[in-house]
């Protein structure tokens, strides 16, 4: 049997830059077809579209008795009979902490695939940075980059990425903080009991977690038969199996296994998991991703595309 797969060079962080940032100038057409969230998308989340302080109008709404009338806005309310309220859209400057798996099972792609898992992490990252950056978000990287709130954040993610090689595992978190968001793009094959021993601690000092999946094709669809050879690219070792579609049935069950086991602990910390295969379009797990972190309903991904 020919070749499914392959273990990729890794992608140059300056070509991956410009794709990402087309892929980020797709999304408000992506929101208008999948969630009609353009608006959200082109003023970026940090409104958070909730009355409190901020300098942005949102909405009129009616007056309330035992309302300070100094809030009133009486060009509005002379309009017609009732009086009405001018509101401002509350919004608070964020720190986004963005983070993808650059180990050497991310260099994995198959022929199913489009791109390798690791040049499709590296796209949404630099995409969800290029976003946020367009809305004054503060993007940091754990281990690369301190949060900085600049427009040009992703060319500067992309250099630190550059100048910083890439470490196996979750690195150093010691300086995020609370009250922030995490976004975190790999492929979790790890053991889930190990995975929830990295990100627990996370949770409980307080930061929403949002978790991507980046899966090839062929590590879900198993699409091996007769005789193949199987190498663990972390640690180099070999499994040769002399039917290998006898393996598919059990194979599927423990990948579907360990995937809702990841996503039940997820969801009992109260973070968020989308799973993306590289056959799809980057621009689909961007779009759940944002939803996600503006606090709105996501587009369901998971377990689409073949």
Partial sequence: M??????????????????????????????????????????????????????????????????????????????????????REWEAAHTVWIWADLSPSMMYKSTFGAVSKESRALVLMLALAEILARSGERIGCPGIMEPIAARNAAERLATALMHNPAADGLPDTAMIRGNSDIV??????????????????????????????????AEELFPYAGRTEFTDPESGMKLTAGRAETLKDDYARAYAARRESLADNLRHLGWSFITHRTDRLASEALVAVHAYLSGLPAMKTEGIGR
Wanted: proline share 6%.
């Fill in 184 to 217: 975190l793009i790999g492929d979790f094959l790890d053991p889930v009991a190990d995975v929830m021993d990295r990100l627990g601690p996370l949770a409980r000092r307080g930061l929403r977690g949002h978790v991507v999946e980046v899966a090839d094709p």
């Fill in 2 to 87: 020919a070749s499914v797969g392959q273990i990729v060079q890794p992608t140059p962080t300056r070509d991956v830059l410009s794709r990402a940032q087309a892929r980020a100038a797709l999304v408000p057409d992506c929101m208008v077809e999948a969630q009609r969230l353009a608006n959200t998308v082109i003023a970026g989340w940090h409104g958070r579209r909730k009355r409190g302080i901020g300098e942005n109008f949102w909405q009129f709404r009616p007056y309330v008795d035992g309302e300070s009338l100094s809030r009133i806005d009486w060009r509005r309310s002379a309009r017609d009979d009732h009086t009405y309220v001018r509101d």
